[in-house]
């Protein structure tokens, strides 16, 4: 991840834009020649509109224990975003769904994932308060990498020599860029309710295994319910390496790396990613600038 320059800013207003994405143009493999690195970032899609409400839900009920009214308005704000992001790329599930690949198989599982197994619990007292906070350690945790991707997205300039299609670029950098925008918000709600060192490490071992496993597993299943591959081709390592040099993705290499600065004692995600990069691309998306009108 990037360090950013002690000169920008650090907090922005944060905002939900009513943004709108029209795929009907949209085709199978939006990296043309390149089905492997389209369907790992299509994973995104997999994963983003279950996921997203779910950081939602345990944000609300998060909300009456903040006992600080700038990080209430983040928090606000972060769950306006983050319901926007869950809508938006539900429309792409629409549109894969209408166009020979079926993606339902695949996403309830995740939804029986974040409502069975993340979802509430029948406790009370200190016990769902307990809950609550490892929930929100949780969330904290895939923040600190959906914050790394946003900021890949924003750098990736192989997307757009390849001829990725310009609707899903822009879908992508800008939820990358409100990502980053907002990168700071779980974890300073996690720090405020609780900040446990040991549960933040112990969250970000869990939430980087089950993603990695995740990750691999939806790539196997768009693959392999691909119209236009028929189940001719099939995801190999080697492909990750090959897309990750391309720039196409990101590198095996660089998803490692993201890793090791939360495990620090003085991590805070400000410390990553550019928000003056994240605010320039706002300012010229054309989802965001139509939203905008």
Not at 215 to 240: E, N, Q
Not at 254 to 263: C, E, G, K, V
Not at 268 to 278: D, E, I, K, N, R
Request: hydrophobic share 45%; proline share 6%.
């Amino acid at each position: 991840m990037s360090q950013i320059d002690p000169g920008e800013p650090d907090r922005v207003a944060l905002q939900a834009r009513d943004v709108a994405f029209d795929w009907a143009q949209l085709p199978m493999h939006w990296i043309p020649g390149e089905p492997f690195a389209t369907h790992m970032i299509n994973f995104l899609h997999l994963v983003l509109p279950e996921g997203e409400r779910w950081f939602v839900e345990v944000f609300k009920q998060a909300m009456p224990l903040i006992e600080d009214d700038r990080l209430l308005e983040d928090v606000r704000g972060f769950v306006g975003q983050e319901a926007m992001h869950a809508e938006s790329h539900q429309g792409v599930l629409d549109h894969f769904d209408a166009h020979g690949l079926d993606t339902r198989p695949y996403v309830a599982q995740v939804g029986w994932m974040f409502r069975k197994i993340l979802g509430d619990r029948p406790h009370t007292g200190k016990r769902a308060e307990s809950w609550l906070v490892q929930r929100l350690a949780m969330i904290a945790a895939i923040e600190h990498y959906t914050a790394f991707l946003g900021q890949w997205v924003l750098d990736a300039e192989a997307l757009d020599a390849a001829g990725a299609d310009p609707t899903m670029l822009d879908l992508l950098r800008w939820h990358g860029a409100e990502e980053v925008e907002h990168r700071s918000v779980a974890y300073d709600l996690y720090m405020h309710v609780d900040g446990g060192y040991l549960q933040r490490c112990r969250a970000m071992a869990i939430a980087i295994t089950v993603l990695a496993i995740l990750w691999a597993r939806g790539v196997r299943f768009l693959m392999a319910h691909d119209p236009v591959l028929r189940g001719r081709s099939k995801p190999r390592f080697r492909d990750m390496l090959r897309t990750g040099r391309l720039g196409l993705t990101p590198s095996y290499w660089q998803m490692l790396r993201a890793i090791p600065p939360y495990f620090r004692r003085s991590y805070h995600p400000s410390q990553h990613g550019s928000t003056s990069q994240a605010v320039a691309y706002l300012a010229k998306s054309p989802a965001a600038q139509a939203a905008e009108h």
